[in-house]
């Protein structure tokens, strides 16, 4: 693309599961968009030591198995391949940092101007603050208005990390500069919500609590925890899952309308929903929260075995792999409404979706009552569907008047096939140094606000809540609970 400027990537961590399976598939794809900057160096950093022979081989490999495009001929990707080098780096030492000021110097002079820089940190979090103070010692990043970074998650491990954090970068980086990614935000149907909710007028005056009588979000994976069992025990679904994707989808789902699309207007919309959250105390965590963890089972008609038996796992592992909550947002749209969240691992289908229930009926003009009549949902599939469900009751044909449940149905991809991945739509923003989709510092801490108490709570007392469950079942049967106490029930797409 020619409006973007020379750039250079640094990836940090090149070698790790990330870059493999995400982010070289997402530059490759936008390269062969023709999104890609006319000139442009991908530098990728690791420990080991490696030619850039080597490495350009293996990531030809990986994007054989992991990018959305297969490589069509050795010479397109010959092509591609000959902007990445391999740099061997040891992220403590600073000869690795003067050593990598050469060599942006030097691709500086050879692309005839001083390019952009897009700090990429695929690495573990407690490298975060050798690596930024080093990047200010050398000036790696001293100017503000073409040098980035984008962080991934864990941001934090609780509030005051996080806050920490923030502070470290702050001390290198301005606001502006930092990306810090959800790919959630990056996925089409996340972004759809915005477009759905905002860019038409029917549903808008119906978005409230006048409405609105419950609204539900799942986040379910078949998936185990594969061969992250040692970072997962120190995690759990809560800090995995709840305080990043959960949170900014709930965002999207209650926020007010932003002003206009300007990075800023829709973040703070987004904080906005963020404190409203009525916080749970660590005593009120039995009420309104429920952890599970998976025993074996059969998913998809695969016999797999529970978390304990899982590789780096401890065997009286009290870590959490489902997870299931109710919250209150206390402003005026949503008072009294509440927003139930799940997610979990090996559960019995891979969906993310957003139940929104309207309220019953007043009455029932029918003969069969109330009972009968199902309330108006609309349902949005994130993945793997990809659809927008309206439900409403009509009449059976036939001679008697009796109604039956029907469904209106619009498939996102009807339109077109061609699917970018999140990290394509995330990483192109960040060359573009547009940080909308990405999480601003307050709004990191204050979801870690939102699950910190309940943290605590679990910390306090290991067992609180915890229930075994089948795997390829919808999670513990305190999970269904939760809900009944309201009347309401989990719906799933199956
Ligand atoms: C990651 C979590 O952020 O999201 C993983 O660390 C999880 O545990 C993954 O599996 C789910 O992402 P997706 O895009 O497959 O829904």
Redesign the pocket.
Known sequence: VKNIKPSIILIFGATGDLAKRKLFPAFYNLYLDGRMPEKFKIMALGRAENSDEKFRAYVAENLNEFSRNKIPSQESFEQFASHITYLQNNIDEEASYQNLKVQLDTTDIAFGERANRLFYLSIAPSFISTLSNNIKKLGLAANPDQDRIIIE?PFGYNKSSAILLNQLLSQTFREEQIYRID??LG?ETVQNILAFRFGNSMFEPLWNRNFIDSVQIT?A?E?G?EN?GAF?ED?GALK??VQ??IMQILTMVAMEAPTSLQADEIRNRKADVLKAIRRITPQEAEHYTVRGQYDHGTVKEKPVSGYLQEKGVAENSTTETFVAMKFYLDNWRWQGVPFYVRTG?RMQE?Q?SIVISFRPVPHSTFSFGKEGMMPNRLIINI?PAMDIRLQFMTKKPGLSLSLRPAEMVFDYFSCSTKSPE?YETLILDALLGDPTLFMRSDQVEEAWDVVTTIQEAWENDKFLNLHKYEAGSWGPEASDALLARQGHTWISNT
């Open positions: 998650k790919h959630y996925k986040v994976e998936v925890v992250r997962y995690t995995d899952m990043n994707h691992k891979k993310s993945q999140a």
